[in-house]
Structure formats: C-alpha cells, structure tokens
C-alpha cells in the first residue's frame, strides 16, 4: 500500500541534442549577474565552455566565474563559493559540470545570504534554509547523480572525515537543467562507468525497503532494466546515442524523488561509500561498487522475498527447481557478474583502503533506518573487511 504522498518536481528539462540552445529561451528570466561554476577544465577542452558563454554573452549577462570545483567538492571550496557568489551579487548560479558541481552550486544557493556556518547548519545539524535563495540551473556534463532535477547536494569535510548529502526540499532543485547526452561523449571510461553504478545503486537503494505491493517498486525494475540493456551497449561504445541518451534520462529518473514515493527507502551502501569517500576521496559511483555485493548479501536473508522478486523480474532467473536462497542468491550473481563485465572497482583496496583504516570507516558510517537490517558496528565492520 502506497503511503501518503505530497509530489512536485519543480525542475523543467531541456533533453537532447543541441539542448543548450535553450538556454535562450530561459536566460532573460534572471537578472543580469550569473555565475558560471564549473570543474577543473574538461569543459574548455571538450568546447563546452565556449558554447555556453557565447550564449550568456549574446542574451547580455555579466559572467563571473567559479572554476575548480572538485569531485566530492570540500567545504573549503563552498567557502570560496559563497564569497564569489556574493562578489558578483549573483542573480542565478549556472552549475556546469557533473554531480560535484550542480551540488556544490546549491550549497552555494542556500548559503550566499546566510551568516551561519553552512558545514554546521545544512550538513551536522540538516536545518533548512531561512534566508533567501539564489536561483541554480545546470548544463550537465556527466551521468549519475540525478542532481540535475533533485534537491541533494552532497559535500566532503577532510578535517572531520566526513562526506555529508543533504537532501534540500523543491525551492533548492534546479530551476532548469540541460540535458545533451553528446555532452557525455568525452567522459573518461572510468568516470562513464562510475556513473552507471551510481544510478544503479540510487534505484537499487529505494528497491530493496519494503514489502507492499508498491507501484513505485514496479517503476524501478523498468528503470534497472533499461540500465542493465543500455550500459554494457554505452560501455562498448561511448557514443552510441540511443545508449547514452537512455542511460541519462534512467539516471535522472533514478534520483528524482518519483520512484521514492509512498514507500520507504534504504540508503545504507550510500552512508558505506561515502565513508570510503571522505577517507579516500574516491570516485562515488566505485565506492558504491566495492561494497555492495557484501552488503546485499549480508541483508539478503532479511529481505529475502524482494531479493526473489529482484532475480526474477529484474535479471530473469528462472525459478523454477530452486529453492527460494538460491533463486535470490541467483539474482545476486547476475548482477555480480555485469558489474564486473563492465569493468566496475568491486573491492576497496583498489580504491586505497587498508586493513587499519576499518575502524575510521565504521565511525564515518552513518546508520540508516529503512533498509531491511539496521546495522550494527559490527556488521559494519564485517562488511568492510569482506568488501577488502
Ligand atoms: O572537473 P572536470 O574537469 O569537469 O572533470 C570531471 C570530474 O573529474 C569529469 N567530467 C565531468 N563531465 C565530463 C568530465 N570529463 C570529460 N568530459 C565530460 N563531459 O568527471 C569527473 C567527475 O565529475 P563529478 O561531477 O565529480 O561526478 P559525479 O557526477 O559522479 O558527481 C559526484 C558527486 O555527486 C555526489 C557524490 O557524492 C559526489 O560528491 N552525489 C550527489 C547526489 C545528489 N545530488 O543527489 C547523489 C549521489 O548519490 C551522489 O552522492
Ligand atoms: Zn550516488
């Protein structure tokens, strides 16, 4: 049964080639001051960068910029954000990249007219917003984190070994965002990849909680099969346009509120990976690899009955002459055996971790409630030692 619900996404899509020209249609809406944030660069290369100043250009903004931005963006760099943003009096924030930039322009969003400390106040103690917010719009550059039409922004504090999301309500969302699956061509494999695991583990993450019948579920078994038809096509070719075009729009379908509706949620490999993260400021989407098989299988005897419905309408194991453990653990190595077809990191030392660094994951881990086990610390610790 579907719980109650209130649903918005405020976010308007431009979806397709050329999509940037939109940007047009949507500039003469905000004042004249825009602040375009971006990366450490691949936008100049790839002449991304070119095409979208020209068009600020040409609908008569003033353009300060904002580069640098960093995967898993610090709060030190949301800092320097915040005292450009004010610089230039910014009347919208044009976040121009992946993941790591659209979040970081939000952080930015909510804190330019804020005098609180915004590590404090939106990541340790998740307070909303009270002051007014600048408009953000994102020409996305990379798939994955459905940043592009959801309220999350996630940043990294080093000092405390802390990567924190907050996931901020509708007037945080992009206003718009621009979605051209081309800009995606020049990803490097690595980066490519890593996003596919990201959308997976999103959907996977509101999946596997529950055990309702819930439309919401039968929206993620599409969206994970479209992913398990579409990645390994895009792996083999990056610019197979019907691939990638479907990757990107799975992916914001993946992490855009819809298929959370009325229904409860997990979220614990996110808390996993992202302790690996602030420990070794790894790339997202393989920290969520290198512990999931572990994970799931750990949880799998609590879950069982979704597990049975995971390996069967997801991955098409057929059950029958098996008993129910092995149907599911079935579905499990299907899914083991694409993500290693796909080149995916599936342990953590290869992302840098070593044995004395368990007992500082487990502290930087936070436990979730709606998954099916509430972990422990020592299951904690367990699943980090079998994910080595
Ligand atoms: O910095 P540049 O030079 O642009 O290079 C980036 C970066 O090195 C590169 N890149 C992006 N687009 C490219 C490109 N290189 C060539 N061609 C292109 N078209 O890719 C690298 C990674 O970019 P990043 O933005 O860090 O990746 P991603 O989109 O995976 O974002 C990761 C961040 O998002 C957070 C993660 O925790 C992480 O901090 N998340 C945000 C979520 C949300 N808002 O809801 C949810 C996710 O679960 C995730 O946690
Ligand atoms: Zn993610």
Known sequence: ML????????TKLYFGKAAVENLRTELPGYGKNVLLVYGGGS?????IYDQVVSILRECGKTIAEDAGVMPNPTVEKLHEGIARARACKADLILAVGGGSVCDYAKAVSVSVNCDEEPWDKYFIRFEEPTCPIVPVACVLTMVGTGS????GSVITNHAQKLKIGHVFGEEVFPKFSILDPTYTFTLPRYQMISGFYDIMSHILEQYFSGTDDNTSDYLAEGLLRSLIHSAPAAAKDPTDYEARSNIMWTATWAL??????GKDTDWEVHMLGQAVGAHTDATHGMTLAAVSMAYYRHILPYGLARFIRFAV????????GRTDGQIAEEGLRAMEKW??????VMNLRELGVT?????GLVKSTLVMKGGYKVLTEDEIRSIFKESL
């Open 256 to 261: 855009n509120t819809l298929i959370a509706m």
């Open 313 to 320: 309408n997801v991955w098409g194991v057929d059950p029958a």
């Open 339 to 344: 993500m290693k077809e796909l080149g995916l």
């Open 3 to 10: 719980g109650n619900f209130t649903y918005c996404n405020p």
């Open 43 to 47: 936008i100049k290369k790839n002449g």
């Open 355 to 359: 044995e004395d660094m368990i007992d």
């Open 148 to 151: 592009e039409m959801n309220g």
